[in-house]
C-alpha cells in the first residue's frame, strides 16, 4: 500500500478569508510528482499554504503529514517552499539596489556567488543559486511556485532537467504551482486542476474596442521624431560588462521587442531608459528628443512612460487597495501618496474593468494572487495614457485567458499613431501582433 505523505480530508481554515470554495480533500502519495495548475486567482497558492500548515484548520481536520524515516524532522524542515514571482523570489529587498547599484558604494554589504555580487546576477544564474541552497537542507518535498517564470528559453530547460535528475538520482519529491498547463514538465505525475474565481467574465476581454481607450495627450520630444536614442552605450558594474557600444534608436509610433538570453542586458537597458540607472548620466543617450543631464528630471521623463517589470513587482510590498496601486500609476510612485480625484479614480477603475479586475478594486494589494498583482501593475502602466509604453515580461503569472486579454489591450493601444511600444518577451509566441521592429541583444564576450 503506497504511503501518504501528506493527508488531509475536509479541510477548512479557520479563517474564512484563507478558505477554498470547497473543504480540502487530497492524498500526496511517495514517489508522486505532482503539479498544480489553475486560472489566476483560483487559489493555487492558498493550496500550498493549507498543505503547508501555514493556516490553522477546524479542530478534528488537521494536516497528517508521513515522512517516512524524517519523520524526526518538522514539518518546515521536511517541505520548503520557493515562491517565484519572478527572478529574485518573494518579499525581495534588492529591488533599488539592482537599479541603483553601483560597484564602489555597495559592494562591501553585497552577498558574493562565485565571485559575483548577488544581485548582479541573471534570472537564471539567481534561479540555480537559489536551489542549490534550499536542496542542501535535503527537503522531503519541495514546492516551487510560478518556476519558469523570467527565464529564457535554454534556462526553463535547464532548470526542468536539473529537478528531474534530482528526482530521478536523489529521490527529491516535487510540486510545481504553474498558471498553464503548457508550463508543466514531463516529469508530472499528478496534475490538481483548479477552477477559476467567481468573479468578472472573462468574455467580456473579447469586447475591447479602439475607441475606448483614452487618447494620448503627450507632445512629448519639441518634434523630434525620436523617442529615444542610444550612441555606442557601454555599462559596466565592477569587471563585468552588461552592455558594450550599443546604438538604437527609436522612432515615435514604432512597436519594438526587445529579446535576449538571461543576463544579456535587457533589464539595465530599460532601467537607462526610464531613469532608474545613474550610469545614464555618464552615457550619450537621448530621451524624447533631450540628452540625458541636460536639465529635466527623473520625473520630467517618467511622466510619459507607462511601465511595468518583474522588479517593480518585487517592489509593490504595499498593501493598499488595489485601486490605489493602480491610481499610484498617475505620480509614478510606489505606493499613492496623492488621493487621486473621484475623476481619476473613475479612470483607475475603467483600467481596472479592461483588465478585468474592476471586482478586486477594493482587496488589499497583497492579499491578490501573483497573477491579479501583476493585472493591477499593467493597469498601473496604463492608466495615465503614457506616449512610450515599457511592458518587461508582462504576461509573467498569468492564464491564457489573461494573457490574450492583455495582448488585446495592448494591440487596441497601439492603434494610436502616437504610442512607442518596447516589450520584452522570453516566449516569441505571445508577442502582440503590432510589433514592427525587433532587437536582440547578446551576452558581451
Known amino acids: 500500500m503506497r504511503r501518504a505523505v501528506i493527508h488531509i480530508e475536509n479541510g477548512v481554515p479557520r479563517h474564512p478569508e484563507h478558505r477554498m470554495p470547497e473543504p480540502v480533500t487530497l492524498d500526496i502519495y511517495e514517489g508522486e510528482q505532482v503539479a498544480i495548475v489553475g486560472p489566476n486567482g483560483s487559489g493555487k497558492t492558498r493550496l500550498v499554504e493549507i498543505l503547508t500548515g501555514r493556516w490553522p484548520l477546524l479542530y478534528g481536520n488537521e494536516v497528517v503529514y508521513d515522512f517516512g524515516e524524517f519523520n524526526n524532522r518538522l514539518v518546515s524542515e521536511n517541505i520548503k517552499v520557493m515562491t517565484f514571482r519572478d527572478s529574485y523570489g518573494d518579499s525581495d529587498t534588492t529591488y533599488y539596489l539592482q537599479q541603483r547599484w553601483n560597484q564602489h558604494d555597495i ?3 553585497t552577498p558574493m556567488v562565485n565571485g559575483q555580487p548577488l544581485i548582479s546576477l541573471s534570472s537564471g544564474e539567481l534561479r540555480k543559486y537559489q536551489l542549490q541552497r534550499v536542496l542542501l537542507s535535503h527537503p522531503r518535498l519541495l514546492i516551487l511556485d510560478n518556476p519558469f517564470i523570467g527565464l529564457d528559453t535554454e534556462a526553463r530547460q535547464q532548470l526542468s532537467d ?36 467567481q468573479g ?20 512629448v520630444g519639441g518634434g523630434s521624431p525620436n523617442i529615444l536614442k542610444f550612441n555606442n552605450v557601454t555599462i559596466r558594474y565592477g569587471q563585468r560588462t552588461i552592455l558594450k557600444d550599443l546604438s538604437w534608436t527609436v522612432h515615435k509610433g514604432e512597436h519594438w521587442a526587445l529579446s535576449g538570453p538571461n543576463g544579456s542586458g535587457k533589464s539595465t537597458l530599460l532601467s537607462l531608459v526610464c531613469a532608474d540607472n545613474p550610469q545614464a548620466y555618464a552615457c550619450d543617450i537621448e530621451l524624447f528628443g533631450r540628452r540625458r543631464g541636460s536639465g529635466e528630471s527623473i520625473w520630467d521623463i517618467k511622466r510619459h512612460i507607462g511601465y511595468v517589470s518583474p522588479e517593480m513587482h518585487r517592489a509593490y510590498q504595499k498593501d493598499l487597495p488595489a485601486i490605489d496601486i493602480v491610481a499610484s500609476g498617475l505620480h509614478d510612485s510606489v505606493g499613492l501618496y496623492v488621493r487621486p480625484r473621484p475623476e481619476q479614480r473613475e479612470v483607475c477603475l475603467e483600467w481596472m474593468q479592461r483588465f478585468g479586475i474592476a471586482d478586486l478594486a477594493d482587496r488589499p494589494f497583497l492579499h491578490l494572487s501573483s497573477g491579479e498583482q501583476r493585472l493591477c501593475l499593467l493597469a498601473r502602466a496604463f492608466v495615465k495614457s503614457p506616449d512610450l509604453l515599457i511592458l518587461d515580461e508582462p504576461f509573467h503569472g498569468l492564464d491564457d485567458e489573461r494573457r490574450l486579454r492583455t495582448t488585446r489591450i495592448i494591440e487596441n493601444y497601439c492603434t494610436n ?17 503590432c510589433i514592427t521592429h525587433h532587437l536582440e541583444l547578446k551576452k558581451p564576450c
Do not use: C
Open 200 to 219: 468578472e467574465s472573462l468574455a467580456n476581454a473579447r469586447k475591447l474596442r479602439a475607441s475606448l481607450l483614452p487618447s494620448i495627450t503627450g507632445g
Open 107 to 109: 559592494a562591501e554589504d
Open 162 to 197: 536539473t529537478l528531474e535528475r534530482l528526482i530521478r538520482e536523489e529521490g527529491l519529491q516535487v510540486m510545481l504551482v504553474v498558471s498553464r498547463e503548457k508550463d508543466i514538465p514531463r516529469f508530472i505525475t499528478k496534475t490538481l486542476s483548479l477552477l477559476p474565481r
Open 417 to 433: 499613431p502616437e504610442v512607442t511600444l518596447i516589450i520584452v518577451s522570453h516566449y516569441a509566441d505571445e508577442l502582440p501582433a
